[in-house]
């Protein structure tokens, strides 16, 4: 069974008087352990793509299988669980809490989650380990590089054992060494065996993945296998 | 998720704000002390008032005429009313009507000025009987002595003087034997009275004292009484004396419909229920007026929270992302103005209370006032109560419009 089932995926925005049309009818699925890229230009709907995968947003038509799981008959609540139980993002802004430590940034999720609370710092600190971060723990966001906040962000994602990262233009406020870095973490959580879903319009950052989905105005104009180059080197 | 976590973020949202946080409860502060304040001055003050009324003794019985006042036209009735007269005092005295009383003393009240040679001196000038003074309020002269029952019985033209009336007309000159000038009669001074300043309702030292039956006809011309100053025997049970003068006295009337009176009786217990009431409705109205301070400073909060929540727009995105419920959203901003306001309450409570025993010692040292500090543990139960409940009130609001945000939307603000 694939982890995520699209078909058929529109999205249109309302206003007042005008409806926009974003998405024409997408439809592709993901097996659990893919490294995706999903690649366009601003505007061809990749992120609206992210945010209705992520069920951060409902799609206007068209049925979206999480797990097995029809996604549109989820209440918010039951969303909201899943979001936390099995869905890890990566933004580009990063979104850390300002005043709020690096270990505690990490444990955020753990607080809305079934994980008694004193497994929160182990969790957390194992989470930091992958990343490389253990020697950060007390520091505050605003002590960080970007390359580090943005592995801050990247252990939060992890810390509760998801099924499936998104990650949002991951590099997209990096610059390119230390966006490689960043790419070479993500890649190594994929070879620990999660599914990893990146949205970049970097080819170089989009060529870590096994599979590059490219979508303009809306509609896929490919779908297909690539060999990681970059895992060569790393091997 | 747990809730040690969230008034953990909660305080630490607060205190990254901490300047705002303070300018945001004054309101509150504000608020919450008026309103103890107004309780804890309230209970102080009537306890010194209660305090004044019970010196007057628990035997002491006040008979006036005219209807109990209940609104200021009453009051005029009373002093012009002429229905206790002295055969309600002979009735009374029969101790087949009131078997319990001790003693009437009739009192009437004559207007105007005392005057010798070219001094003129606007005093309280009473009269009374013999025993009044000496027996409900224990003054006796230092200096000659009162008039006499056969004074009473043939208008004798005499009068007993306070100090300060002796000092202010005669000055250091001696003043027993004198005649004195009150409506136009001329009374001669037979005691002067020791300096005792206020008793109970009277200023004994501002005060002139003649037999009430030449205040009656002599001075006045009238056959009736303004006040009738009674006594129940020691330990006799004053309601059911006070019972008996009422049932002889509408005998003596002729009245049968009890709302018919044409006189009333004063205790010591009614006057603290007159007392009690009064200050209670004026504590009632100050709280009132007082709460509207509370309702501006709930709507400060409101506002401050609104700010706050567009402010953390994007904090409260990420938490939706990483799966917090709307249900999670809605109490940590509650939560937030919970403590804002609860913070509020404690301090204006502190402070009020602060005043209030600051007031209570300084009326105390300074002016002799017996103002006994009470901590007011209803007042202070509200104080928090309420500030609290404002939390709830004007906090659910920006806390609903936090939970309703859309996660998009919000990662999206910048």
């Known amino acids: ?235 | 998720m747990n809730i040690n976590a969230t008034i953990k973020t909660s305080i630490r949202a607060l205190k990254a704000n901490w300047g705002r946080s303070l300018l945001t409860i004054l309101g509150i502060v504000i608020g919450v002390m008026a309103i103890v304040l107004v309780i804890a001055l309230g209970q102080g003050a009537q306890k010194l008032i209660l305090n004044q009324v019970q010196s007057i003794g628990a035997n002491t019985i006040i008979l006036r005429p005219g209807r109990q006042p209940t609104q200021p036209t009453d009051a005029a009735e009373t002093l012009l009313s002429d229905s206790l007269k002295q055969r309600d005092v002979d009735a009374l005295l029969k101790p087949v009507n009131v078997p319990d009383l001790q003693t009437a003393d009739p009192a009437v009240l004559v207007p105007g000025v005392i005057s010798y040679q070219n001094s003129v001196y606007r005093a309280t000038v009473l009269g009374w009987t013999p025993n009044a003074l000496g027996e409900v309020f224990n003054v006796y002269p230092d200096q000659g002595s009162f008039f006499s029952q056969d004074d009473v019985k043939t208008y004798a033209k005499v009068i007993v003087i306070g100090s300060k009336v002796k000092q202010e007309l005669f000055g250091d000159s001696d003043a027993l034997g004198q005649f004195v000038t009150v409506h136009g009669q001329k009374l001669q001074v037979v005691g002067i009275l020791p300096s005792k300043g206020q008793v109970t309702a009277f200023n004994v030292d501002d005060i002139g004292l003649l037999p009430y039956s030449t205040a009656q006809k002599t001075l006045l011309g009238i056959d009736y009484f303004h006040e009738i100053f009674l006594r129940a025997k020691p330990d006799a049970d004053v309601d059911q004396v006070a019972a008996d003068i009422t049932a002889t006295l509408r005998e003596t009337h002729n009245i049968t419909d009890p709302s018919k009176d044409d006189f009333f009786v004063v205790t010591q217990k009614t006057i603290v229920a007159t007392v009690s009431t009064v200050t209670q409705v004026l504590t009632i109205f100050l709280v009132a007026i007082a709460s509207i301070s509370l309702m501006v400073g709930g709507i400060g909060i409101m506002n401050i929270m609104l700010v706050s929540v567009t402010e953390r727009t994007q904090e409260i995105g990420l938490r939706k992302a990483v799966g917090a419920t709307n249900e999670n959203i809605l109490l940590q901003f509650m939560i937030e103005a919970l403590i804002l306001t609860f913070a509020g309450g404690v301090l204006g409570t502190s402070i009020a209370i602060t005043i209030s025993a600051l007031v209570s010692t300084i009326a105390q040292t300074y002016f002799a006032l017996d103002w006994p500090f009470t901590l007011p543990l209803g007042a202070i139960a509200l104080g928090v109560g309420v500030s609290t409940a404002i939390g709830l009130i004007f906090g659910l609001y920006p806390a609903r419009k936090a939970a309703a945000k859309d996660p998009i939307e919000a990662l999206r603000f910048e």
């Open chain 1, 1 to 235: 069974m694939a982890l995520i089932q699209l078909e058929n995926i529109t999205k249109e925005y309302t206003s007042e008087e005008t409806a926009t049309s974003v998405l024409h009818g997408i439809s592709f699925s993901i097996e659990e352990g893919e490294f995706v890229s999903i690649m366009g230009p601003s505007g061809s709907g990749k992120s609206t793509l992210l945010h209705i995968l992520g069920l951060l947003d409902r799609q206007t038509t068209g049925s979206y299988l999480f797990a097995g799981q029809d996604t549109l008959i989820l209440s918010d609540l039951e969303r909201a669980r899943i979001r936390n139980a099995s869905i890890g993002f990566v933004f580009q802004a990063f979104h850390l809490l300002k005043r709020t430590t690096v270990l505690e940034n990490v444990m955020l999720p753990l607080y809305y989650s079934q994980v008694p609370k004193k497994e929160y710092e182990q969790k957390a600190k194992i989470a930091l380990e992958h990343v490389g971060l253990m020697h950060r723990l007390s520091h505050m966001p605003s002590q960080l590089s970007g390359g580090e906040r943005q592995r801050v962000a990247i252990a939060r994602a992890l810390v509760n054992d998801p099924k499936i990262i998104f990650a949002d233009e991951p590099t997209g406020n990096l610059d390119s060494k230390t966006g490689r870095s960043v790419m070479r973490t993500i890649e190594k959580l994929h070879q620990q065996g999660k599914t990893i879903i990146v949205i970049t319009h970097e080819t170089t950052a989009a060529e870590y993945a096994n599979r590059i989905i490219t979508i303009a105005d809306g509609l896929i104009c490919s779908d297909r296998e690539v060999v990681s180059t970059h895992s060569h080197y790393a091997k």
